[in-house]
Structures are given as structure tokens and as C-alpha cells.
């Protein structure tokens, strides 16, 4: 079906990404999933390109524009180009309502320019070797002395944990109250007692650093807490998990898509028993099936991006979205795979790297199991 969500402006900044991914991205990727990190210098040229922070205000640099179309054009290209390493998305879906919706004057002042020019790379600290999805079991800790707070404790799977400037901590203020004791601090580069550890050898997605973090006796002033109260943090993420979780759904949608449409053209070419592989049935029938799912998996997306900008978008229907297309992208590209035959299974073949990659989507930020749960108690059984 024809897609209708993007207006010219989208299609005209989708040529920009698309001009920026072919020369500055693509070119370099294998060397950087070698290195295991993406320069710093190629965020800077993205930021030039007015490719972060569009609902940032125009005084701070921004377009602002709270439209997350840009956002999806973004995630499209960089999975459409087989990036997997750019930690874009993680910067201007996850982390811009937090630094934009959360922060005083002061705050934006002093972070809003450079998450905008790229000169300031952001991360969440939310996961930990004990807590993963269950956020009010985090044990790192924010004690208040006067002024500042000081953090203890350790966080993993961090993304964008080597090249991050500000970290957004999930700390527990007060460890008794549960979910009403957690709160946000930013944690900034050179802070004393802040430590990375590893950049993680992960199975798929090379070239995004993702790191442990260590906080031992870190000072972080008061005025670096998000929010004007201790114990909000658990509710500011909540109220900010949906876009992540659409951000999500998004990748999974663009993975699906790319892959089938690569593995449609290498059905055409690819020989056996005398003929192209996709003259069988069987072919035919596996594609028919996939691009059927995908379709309407796009449909189900296009309409919740719709629903975010229009602030309609609920925890349960970006629960939907991000187990449905996550799941339906696994499915895709292992199938598609089977059809490459041996080559699928080389990672010089992009349905190879594709299914590395894609294999983390129905684990972070939230499982699948967490998201069935979620529409579950929305029964009020």
C-alpha cells in the first residue's frame, strides 16, 4: 500500500540523511565494527547537518519541531544503510524528552546546545547486572550531602557508554520506597569516581559502543537532578518508555523491509535445478507471507508515530508495536536467510550482519515478555 505519513519536508530531509549515511557512514562502518566505537568526529557532522534534537527550542539551537517523523527518517536510513553502529537513535528518541521535557533554564543552557550539535553524545544508565527490565529493583544509589549527591553502584549495557558526555543515572534516593524512591541524576564526562568498564563484545551490532559503568563515591551537584523533586524518576520513565519502545518498532519495521526487498532481488538472480529460486512455489509462498506481515506491521507503526505526535500514544499500544515488529523482524530475516542458502550465513552478505543485529531488538528496552504483560494487566482481570 502506498505510505502517506511523510509530507515533502520529511522526503527532502530524507535525501539529506540519505546523502550523509552514503558519504560519511557507509564508506567506514566495516572499519568501525573492527574498532568496535564510531568517531566522535562523525556525530559532529550529523549535528551540522541539523540531524539532532529537532524538538529542541530555536534558542538552544533546535528546529523546535516535536515531530517524530524526522525521528523515524532517521532510524529508516541508518537500518536501510546497515548501521547499526550510529547510537542516533538512542540520543534523539530515548534521550530528548529527558534533556528537553525534564531540564530547568539552567539545565538547557548549559547541555541543550551541544546534545544539538553533536558535540555532547548522551546515554541512559538504567540497567544492571541484577536489573534488567525490572527497573524498581536497581540498587545504585544517590545519597544527599548538602549540595550533591553522592552515586554508588553499577550499570550495563549501556549504549553509547565509551563516547557518552552526559549519562542520565537511575538512582534509588530512597531505597525503601520503591518505585517512589528513584530519581534521575545527570552525570557528566570527568566526574570523579565515575569509571567506564568494557566495551562489551556483543553477537550482533559491532560497532555501537556499549558499555559497564562504575560509580564509586561520584559527587554530582543537586542542580544536575532532573526534575525539581527527589522520586520522580520512575515516573519519567514510564511517561518516556512509549517513544522508546516506538523507536524500536520503527528499526524492526525498516530491518524487515530492507532485508526482504534485498532478499526478493536475490531470488530473481540465484540459480538452482535450471532456474532462478524464486520461480518455486515454496519461495513465493514464504515471501508472499513475510511481505504480508511487513505491510501490515507498517501500517500499525505509521499510525502510532501518529498517535506520539498527536500525544495519544499509550504505554500499551507501544507495547504492541515494539514485541509485534521486533518478533515479526526476527521471523523476516531468518527466513530470508534460509532462502540465501549458504551465503546467508556469510557476514559479507548484508542479511548475515541484519540477523546478528536484529537478535538484541526483542530484549532491550523491554522483552517481549515484559511488553505481553504489559497489555495483559491492561485487561483489569
Not at 505519513?5 to 564508506?27: A, Q, S, W, Y
Not at 518505585?179 to 551490532?205: P, S
Amino acid at each position: 500500500m502506498e505510505r502517506d505519513l511523510f509530507d515533502e519536508e520529511h522526503l527532502l530531509f530524507r535525501e539529506t540523511v540519505r546523502e550523509f549515511m552514503t558519504r560519511e557512514v557507509v564508506p567506514h562502518h566495516a572499519r568501525w565494527e573492527k574498532e568496535g566505537i564510531v568517531p566522535r568526529e562523525v556525530w559532529k557532522q550529523a549535528g551540522e547537518l541539523g540531524m539532532f534534537g529537532f524538538s529542541v527550542p530555536e534558542e538552544y539551537g533546535g528546529a523546535g519541531v516535536k515531530d517524530f517523523r524526522y525521528n523515524a527518517v532517521i532510524v529508516e536510513e541508518i537500518i536501510r544503510h546497515g548501521a547499526s553502529g550510529l547510537g542516533f537513535s538512542l540520543h534523539n528518541d530515548v534521550m530528548a524528552p529527558y534533556v528537553v521535557d525534564l531540564t530547568n533554564d539552567e539545565q538547557k543552557q548549559r547541555w541543550l546546545p551541544g546534545f544539538v550539535s553533536g558535540e555532547l553524545i548522551t546515554a541512559i544508565a538504567m540497567s544492571e547486572p541484577g536489573a534488567g527490565s525490572d527497573l524498581q529493583g536497581i540498587r545504585t544509589t544517590a545519597v544527599r550531602e548538602g549540595d550533591h549527591y553522592v552515586i554508588n553502584g553499577q550499570k550495563t549495557f549501556i549504549t553509547n557508554g565509551i563516547n557518552a558526555d552526559l549519562v542520565v543515572v537511575v538512582t534509588k534516593t530512597d531505597p525503601a520506597a520503591r518505585a517512589r524512591g528513584t530519581t534521575l541524576i545527570v552525570v557528566e564526562r570527568g566526574t570523579e569516581g565515575f569509571q567506564r568498564g568494557r566495551n562489551l563484545d556483543k553477537v550482533g551490532m559491532k560497532a555501537q559502543d556499549t558499555a559497564e559503568l562504575f560509580f564509586e563515591n561520584v559527587r554530582v551537584p543537586v542542580a544536575n537532578r532532573l526534575g525539581p523533586n527527589d522520586g520522580e524518576g520512575f515516573f519519567q520513565l514510564m511517561h518516556n518508555l512509549p517513544q522508546e519502545r516506538l523507536s524500536i518498532a520503527v528499526a524492526a519495521v525498516a530491518s524487515a523491509e530492507s532485508v526482504l526487498e534485498q532478499t526478493i532481488e536475490y531470488c530473481r538472480s540465484r540459480q538452482a535445478f535450471g532456474r532462478n529460486i524464486g520461480s518455486f512455489q515454496n519461495t513465493r509462498f514464504v515471501l508472499a507471507e513475510l511481505a504480508t506481515e511487513t505491510d501490515i506491521a507498517r501500517t500499525y507503526v505509521d499510525k502510532c508515530i501518529l498517535a506520539l505526535n498527536a500525544g495519544e500514544l499509550t504505554a500499551v499500544d507501544a507495547a504492541k508495536a515494539k514485541w509485534w515488529t521486533t518478533e515479526l523482524q526476527n521471523k523476516v530475516i531468518d527466513r530470508c536467510l534460509q532462502l540465501h542458502g549458504g551465503y546467508g550465513y556469510m557476514t559479507e552478505y548484508p542479511v548475515a550482519r541484519a540477523w546478528l543485529d536484529s537478535r538484541v531488538q526483542t530484549i532491550y528496552g523491554g522483552t517481549t515478555e515484559i511488553m505481553k504483560e504489559i497489555i495483559g494487566r491492561s485487561f483489569d482481570f
